[in-house]
């Protein structure tokens, strides 16, 4: 895989460089809630524009239906980028017409455009090859070279991801090379003892990688919604929780594999209940009470994991070499259920090991609780994409800058 270290002793004065990144921030009324993927492909914008690149920026965000629609446009992101930048940026408000077509040909040396939602176009997600690759031929209009950095859509086989690279030299971003840095450290001689803690709602997201992990972590912690379906697999009652009785069979065959290999599968011990789930905008407080794993009320809803849980997990963290995390350990956007995801983010701050926050929910975790993300060893920009990686898959967008 070529980095934009080669790109950059070979020069890129005055070339247009494609980069693909990933802007896909949340917004609340218009409004960046967390712009932490945007400050993650700083870096290789910052780096490109010094050398005098014309820098073209692409990015989907959400999951448009292939048409412009108002409410995922990139127009917020480019804004912010140009501040990050210190610079202004260029907004085109489409992806390879006319607008696209002129904000590039605007471009001085040195200068940055950022291109309207690549998903507002049906080619970019296609299932067709011939339809991805008619819209990849469109966007290679655009460019000289291209430059993967959008590392949380590695995973997907879209136009803009695999299809385009084949159409122009290409190169990874700072942020792909350190995240997959980051990664084989999780997965080639790691360093012992060896903790995951996985939580977020559904156990049918991370059943993959607990199959891959249960031959080589020495501790998995599970919490959040997910944890609800293993209580239930050990013949606990779950109240009005979050629940997938389909999985329970897998989970079950999970646990019993976990005791065979000597893998310690840890579960709540207690958790914070509520009769309903809260408002997280008005997070005004509400009923909850913390009871025993083992003993929870009917109609009730698990929303967290307890102070029990939440000072066991921090424990199991405590001598840890290298640490994985994904998935919060209840509603944290609420302040009544972040206390269980609290103990764990500080449990990682407090490690001497090697910790990685595996994107998506738990970095905005961190962001939104107010830790330090210098604490971290590392803060991936993609939970679905680091999980993939654990389990072994071959992700598109790193396979198509390694040809």
């Not at 501040?83 to 904000?103: I, K, M, S, W």
């Not at 070279?145 to 385009?164: E, M, P, T």
């Not at 594999?257 to 997280?280: C, S, T």
């Amino acid at each position: 895989m070529k980095t934009i270290d080669e790109l950059l002793a070979e020069g890129v004065a005055g070339k247009r460089v494609f980069v693909r990144a990933d802007l896909n921030v949340p917004l609340a009324n218009d409004l960046i809630t967390d712009d932490g993927r945007i400050r993650a492909v700083l870096p290789t914008v910052k780096a490109l524009a010094e050398a005098g690149a014309k820098v073209i920026v692409a990015s989907h965000l959400g999951r448009p239906k292939g048409a412009p629609d108002p409410a995922f446009s990139l127009l917020q992101p480019a804004e912010r980028l140009g501040e990050l930048l210190g610079a202004p940026v260029a907004f085109a408000q489409d992806t390879v017409g006319p607008a696209a077509h002129d904000a590039v040909n605007g471009l001085q040396p040195g200068q940055v455009a950022v291109i309207e939602n690549l998903r507002f176009n049906a080619g970019e997600t296609s299932k067709d090859d011939a339809e991805r690759g008619e819209f990849a031929d469109r966007l290679a209009a655009l460019a000289d070279v291209y430059v993967g950095d959008g590392f949380g859509a590695v995973h997907r086989k879209h136009a803009s991801v695999y299809d385009l690279p084949a159409r122009l030299p290409h190169y990874a971003g700072y942020l792909i090379a350190t995240e997959v840095g980051v990664l084989k450290k999780l997965t080639e001689d790691v360093k012992r003892p060896y903790v995951v803690a996985l939580g977020g709602s559904k156990v049918s997201d991370k059943l993959a990688v607990i199959d891959q992990l249960l031959g080589k972590a020495d501790r998995i912690l599970i919490g959040g919604g997910m944890a609800f379906t293993f209580l239930k697999a050990k013949g606990y009652e779950v109240g009005t929780s979050l629940l997938q009785e389909d999985q329970i069979p897998a989970v079950t065959e999970y646990m019993e594999r976990a005791e065979k290999l000597g893998v310690e599968l840890v579960l709540p011990v207690d958790v914070v209940v509520a009769p309903g789930f809260p408002d997280l905008k008005a997070k005004a407080p509400t009923e909850h009470t913390v009871v025993d794993a083992e003993r929870m009320p009917e109609g009730q809803l698990g929303l967290d994991i307890g102070p029990k849980t939440g000072a066991l997990y921090a424990a199991k963290l405590a001598d840890a070499e290298t640490v994985f995390w994904n998935g919060p350990m209840g509603v944290f956007e609420h302040p009544d259920y972040a206390e269980g995801t609290k103990a764990v983010a500080q449990a990682l701050v407090d490690s001497k090991g090697f910790t990685v926050v595996g994107g998506g929910d738990s970095a905005a975790a961190v962001r939104t609780l107010g830790f330090d993300e210098n604490a971290f060893g590392h803060i991936s920009t993609g939970g679905g994409a680091s999980l993939e990686y654990l389990e072994g898959k071959t992700l598109p967008g790193l396979a198509a800058l390694e040809d």
